[in-house]
Nanobody
Framework: QVQLVESGGGLVQAGGSLRLSCTAS????????WGWYRQAPGKQRELVAS???????NHADSVKGRFTISRDNAKNMVYLEMNSLKPEDTAVYYC??????????WGQGTQVTVSS
């Protein structure tokens, strides 16, 4: 089993920054894909950024240049650095881990609210 716990969300003014953290525990050795998703009220959950086992990253066009995903293997942590936040970034942000066989794990989510 894998447990994922997000932290770092909160209320911030437009233009501000936050860093989200995902603490992973359990049998994470076979996870080959890490992602940060978000879901705003009334909208579908969307992939914001991802990082693979070999360190390759990808960011959604809407956050490219503002958000950065990273990973600290020694600490079993995945981060999402968010800069130049906009009101439209307001959402619940979820950490996701996917094993080679396609088994997915999700955290409980952390709320990010950006005020204008």
């Amino acid at each position: 089993q894998v447990q994922l716990v997000e932290s770092g969300g909160g209320l911030v003014q437009a233009g501000g920054s936050l860093r989200l953290s995902c603490t992973a525990s359990g049998s994470i050795f076979s996870i080959n894909f890490w992602g940060w998703y978000r879901q705003a009220p009334g909208k579908q959950r969307e992939l914001v950024a991802s990082i693979t086992r070999d360190g390759s990253t990808n960011h959604a066009d809407s956050v490219k240049g503002r958000f950065t995903i990273s990973r600290d293997n020694a600490k079993n942590m995945v981060y999402l650095e968010m800069n130049s936040l906009k009101p439209e970034d307001t959402a619940v942000y979820y950490c996701n881990g996917v094993k080679l066989r396609g088994v997915e794990y999700w955290g409980q989510g952390t709320q990010v609210t950006v005020s204008s």
